[in-house]
């Protein structure tokens, strides 16, 4: 538990599943140590503006709200980029994910791969995974055969 905000860490359910496959395709963990800059823990998620707004606020908000017991701030990700940024200043959060969750700190590997806790939840916690990276990463293609695809980085144009 966060001492100075008061939240809560949550135990592998459903929606932990969900929120760390949202996490591994546009989340990021960062720490700030003392001596280098301020000293903070940011957890944040990136969405594009506007078209993963509704997304952002309707179901990206409520759910890190009810896992964490705190309300996320929202910012636009930059001036230069055109995105919504949720993020949570939390040491405990940004520990409880690299310590307990085995997520990674700092510049993330654009290879993804599922976390151990996830594929110990059963079926139903790798399919809740699946369907929070498929939030963050996918995109459903028409066409003579219509498919899911999933990519970790964009096509340079």
Not at 79 to 104: D, Q, T
Not at 142 to 147: A, D
Request: proline share 5%; aromatic share 10%; hydrophobic share 35%.
């Amino acid at each position: 538990m966060d001492k100075h905000r008061r939240l809560q860490l949550p135990t592998v359910t459903g929606d932990l599943c969900l929120e760390t496959g949202l996490d591994v395709g546009d989340g990021a963990r960062t720490m700030y140590r003392p001596g280098r800059q301020h000293s903070s823990y940011v957890y944040s998620v990136a969405q594009r503006f506007p078209d993963e707004w509704f997304g952002a606020i309707f179901v990206v908000f409520p759910l890190l709200a009810s896992l964490y017991g705190a309300r996320p701030k929202i910012r636009k990700s930059s001036a230069r980029r055109n995105g919504i940024c949720l993020y949570l200043n939390s040491r405990a959060i940004v520990l409880f994910k690299h310590k307990s969750l085995g997520l990674p700190v700092g510049e993330c590997s654009r290879i993804a791969s599922i976390p151990r806790f996830v594929r110990n939840a059963g079926d139903v916690g790798l399919q809740r995974f699946i369907e929070g990276f498929q939030y963050a990463e996918g995109s459903f293609v028409g066409g003579t055969s219509p498919c899911i695809r999933l990519t970790t980085s964009s096509v340079k144009a």
